[in-house]
């Protein structure tokens, strides 16, 4: 099978991504909407006999039998999923965040996922870092999206990791290996990874704890954040990404 030429896969990835930030986009435009018709009678008629059944489920994980044992059994258990997490990553970010912020209160979830977080990306710094500067080009090599932004602006490491973590487009491991494999100080790793995850992990926490009553305003407008974010950085990644200089 002949093999597609670079120009072409690159046309077709940028198309790709710009259609992906275009339905995202479209999607928090669809939660604006559903959240001024959210007080139309039909839709309240509906949403009432939906919420009883939603109600039963709430009331089964809140009256769950030693209900102190979970609380203290789901933070380690979490906890070990981010590490296994940076080894296999079968699962995202978000998922931990709405497990937790569903049976725990809501500070409690929120100092978890951070916990997880720096598990998360620790893992694979220090794992880049017993590697060796000398596999950063090899990294590099295979994460093409993350080198072209390094090469554009090899300066600015600590502002590109902010971005890295900023955006969901990124992977969080190959990030955290390359950014060890390059001597990166580990405190600034550390304290700039979690930032950039932050305004995620506020707004994923929220949504979980919100899981049950889903037409309510801190459900409905974490959502269309989270989308918007999502839609404007994946385009406007692609638009940097195209400014690049050609090789």
């Given at each position: 099978m002949?093999?597609?030429?670079?120009?072409?896969?690159?046309?077709?990835?940028?198309?790709?991504?710009?259609?992906?930030?275009?339905?995202?986009?479209?999607?928090?435009?669809?939660?604006?909407?559903?959240?001024?018709?959210r007080n139309t009678?039909?839709?309240?008629?509906?949403?009432?006999?939906?919420?009883?059944?939603?109600?039963?489920a709430e009331d089964y994980v809140l009256n769950l039998p030693?209900?102190?044992?979970?609380?203290?059994?789901?933070?380690p258990i979490v906890l070990l999923l981010y590490a296994i997490k940076s080894v296999i990553p079968f699962f995202p970010i978000s998922m931990m965040c709405f497990i937790t912020s569903a049976v725990l209160p809501m500070t409690t979830s929120f100092a978890v996922n951070i916990a997880g977080v720096v598990i998360l990306t620790g893992i694979k710094f220090w794992w880049g870092r017993r590697l060796g500067g000398g596999q950063t080009q090899k990294?590099?090599?295979?994460?093409p999206s993350?080198?072209?932004?390094?090469?554009?602006?090899?300066?600015?490491?600590?502002?590109?990791?902010?971005m890295f973590r900023l955006?969901?487009?990124?992977?969080?491991?190959?990030v955290s290996q390359i950014y060890g494999a390059m001597g990166f100080d580990f405190a600034d790793?550390?304290?700039i990874s979690l930032l950039g995850f932050l305004p995620r992990l506020v707004v994923y926490t929220i949504l979980g704890h919100n899981t049950f009553d889903p037409l309510s305003i801190p459900f409905i407008v974490p959502l269309i954040i989270i989308f918007t974010?999502?839609?404007?950085?994946?385009?406007?990644?692609?638009?940097?990404?195209?400014?690049?200089p050609k090789e």
């Open positions: 002949k093999k597609q030429p670079q120009p072409a896969r690159e046309k077709r990835r940028h198309s790709l991504i710009n259609l992906i930030g275009g339905l995202l986009l479209a999607a928090a435009g669809a939660l604006v909407v559903l959240l001024y018709f009678p039909w839709l309240w008629e509906w949403y009432e006999a939906y919420q009883q059944r939603l109600a039963q030693r209900a102190e044992m979970v609380t203290l059994v789901i933070p990294l590099l090599k295979l994460h993350v080198r072209a932004f390094l090469e554009r602006d090899s300066k600015s490491k600590p502002w590109l990791l902010f955006i969901p487009y990124f992977p969080v491991n190959p790793y550390a304290l974010l999502s839609g404007v950085s994946l385009i406007g990644i692609n638009m940097m990404l195209a400014k690049r």
